[in-house]
């Protein structure tokens, strides 16, 4: 049996705050409760991560979650597996369409293209996700997977062949959500736009800005579960200048 450090009330199943370590009975085992030393309003608020062995929560200070950001997040080996499916669907449908209509060369080129597009657009998600405290992993969508394949026989492609998962920290807040979406879709507008500047081989860098252009515009439609429904949620005025700036140069790479 224990005492409550607050009120000195003998409980059998006492409480331990996690701010300042303290046991308690269950009418004072809030911080505010007890009037907790530690909780300095102003100075830093709890963040919630889930636990790697458990699916309970636990308190992190914001020097203890700057320190967690700074480690090297490696990819898990079903995180590199699931990465190749999706290139490979990628590829499979990209050099069926580009060899029909190019040269094998031109091929080789727009498959470079699309591969720096999609891996761009979505280490972003996750190294944004995992800056801002998240958790964040590439997942590989059955569904996704065979959208991609299938679209390989039609007019149109769809290049869905995973997503990035986001868990941690309360479910997530609008602006978390919407940064994260934005890096996707921005990260392929500064592709291109690195490509314009940067000389190399013609033909390939317009494959290269010709489709992180598409991808990124695509993907700010605000429609749906589109990157562009997210940040328009967050903030209008964001969403308004990336995606005018992807259209322009969505425009004048066809105007060349």
């Not at 868990?167 to 602006?175: A, D, K, T, V």
Request: hydrophobic fraction near 50%; proline fraction near 4%.
């Amino acid at each position: 049996m224990a005492k409550c450090d607050y009120c000195g009330k003998e409980v059998y199943l006492p409480y331990r705050c996690k701010y300042c370590g303290g046991v308690f009975c269950v009418e004072h085992h809030l911080p505010e409760n007890h009037a907790c030393p530690n909780l300095k309003r102003g100075e830093w608020q709890p963040m919630y991560l889930p636990s790697k062995y458990s699916t309970r929560y636990e308190f992190y200070s914001e020097e203890e979650l700057t320190r967690k950001k700074r480690r090297v997040h490696l990819f898990t080996i079903s995180e590199v597996r699931d990465l190749l499916l999706a290139i490979g669907a990628i590829s499979i449908v990209y050099m069926t369409y580009a060899f029909s209509v190019f040269s094998l060369l031109a091929t080789i080129y727009a498959l470079i293209a699309v591969l720096i597009a999609f891996f761009v657009h979505e280490m972003a998600h996750r190294f944004t996700a995992i800056n801002l405290g998240y958790k964040a992993r590439f997942v590989a969508s059955m569904e996704g997977l065979l959208l991609t394949l299938v679209s390989a026989l039609l007019p149109f492609k769809i290049l869905a062949p995973g997503y990035v998962a986001i868990s941690g920290r309360y479910g997530g807040r609008l602006r978390d959500l919407g940064l994260i979406a934005l890096a996707g879709p921005l990260s392929n507008v500064l592709v291109a736009i690195l490509a314009m500047i940067i000389p190399f081989s013609p033909i390939l860098k317009y494959f290269i800005i010709l489709v992180n252009i598409d991808i990124a515009l695509f993907n700010l439609l605000p429609f749906a579960i589109l990157d562009g429904n997210k940040i328009f949620r967050w903030n209008k005025a964001v969403w308004m200048v990336v995606f005018l700036s992807a259209a322009l140069l969505w425009l004048f790479i066809r105007w060349l």
